[in-house]
Each structure stands twice: as C-alpha cells, then as structure tokens.
C-alpha cells in the first residue's frame, strides 16, 4: 500500500504528464487574467476610496457578482462600518488591522474568513505605517449606521465606476479597468 493519499487519477507515464491538452478552451470560457504587478508599481493604478483607503482592482466578475482586489490602508484610516450578505475572504499581504466589533487582530501572512451576515468596521491602528490585504468580495458591501440602517451599498458595478472615473481622471483612461472585467 502506498502510504501518500492520491486524488483517483488514472496514471500517467512521465512523456503524458508533461502532453498539453490538446482541445480549444470552451468558447463560453473569457480569457485569464494575469496581472504581473499585482501589487502596482504605478501609484495611479491605487482608486482611492476613503481618507487613506484605497483599492487595488484584479478582477472585477460582473458575470458572477464579485471582487477580488488589495486593500490598502494607511494610519489611521477607517473602512466604514458595513455587513456582507455574502462570504469574504481575505488574505493579509503587509501590516495589521482589526474590526471593532471582534478582538481578534489580522496580521501579516494571515487568512481571514467573513461569514455571510457579519458587519464589522476596519481599522488600522496609528503604530501601523501601511496594510495591505487581499479580499474577495461576493455580493456587496452594505454601509450601515451602528444600528444597522442602511446608509449606502457598493457592489461590483459600483467598483466597476469608480475605476472608471478614477482612471480616467488619472490619466489611464477610462478603458483601463477593462482588463480586469469579466
Ligand atoms: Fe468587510
């Protein structure tokens, strides 16, 4: 018995293993995106969003609802409160924060779940200079007062608009958040 558990995968010999696959991608299938400075070397490509908060698109799913973009915060910046009707899934890159409402702190290197009903306030704290993290947002982000009252949402058509504007402001033009649509 071979002590290594394999997913069930028919066995390939050495020359098939490295054989591409030979057929076209299905049609309905968009074209990947590769970005190679995901973490950009132009300081325009950043569409801020808040007093030191910013957003650094990679994929703007319009097709299925969601975003996958860095978040960068510098001291003292704040996420206004909202709540998520859908999962978020976040990935710390640089730095630190924490929400509010939980004693947790999101360290550097760290994964993060959010739960679907979850609403929470981001912040990062004055002894941290910058935080960058990788999220995964599905559905919307919704503002909320501390009761809950709804003072706003942003979504990724939403996200969508204010690359736009900010690219085109910017000087990249408009077109430029195209490339991370799909
Ligand atoms: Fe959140």
Known sequence: MNAVTRPNVAAESEAEKRMP????????????????????????????????????PLLL???????????????????????????????????????????????????????PGETHTL???????????LFQVNGAMIYVDPDGNVRGYEDVFTKIDMCRKHYEAVGLGADYVDQFIR
């Open 21 to 56: 696959y030979k057929h076209p991608q299905p049609k309905e299938s968009p074209p990947e995106v590769v970005i190679p400075d995901a973490i950009p070397k132009d300081e325009r490509v950043w569409v801020p969003q808040a007093e030191n908060v910013w957003f650094r």
């Open 61 to 115: 799913s319009a097709s299925r609802g969601y975003w996958q973009n860095i978040l960068r915060v510098r001291k003292s910046g704040v996420l206004s409160r909202h709540r998520h009707p859908q999962p978020v899934h976040g990935f710390v890159l640089k730095g630190k924060w924490r929400y509010l409402e939980h004693d947790w702190v999101a360290t550097e290197g760290g994964y993060v779940y959010e739960a």
């Open 123 to 133: 912040v990062v704290d004055e002894d941290v200079e910058e935080m960058m993290t």
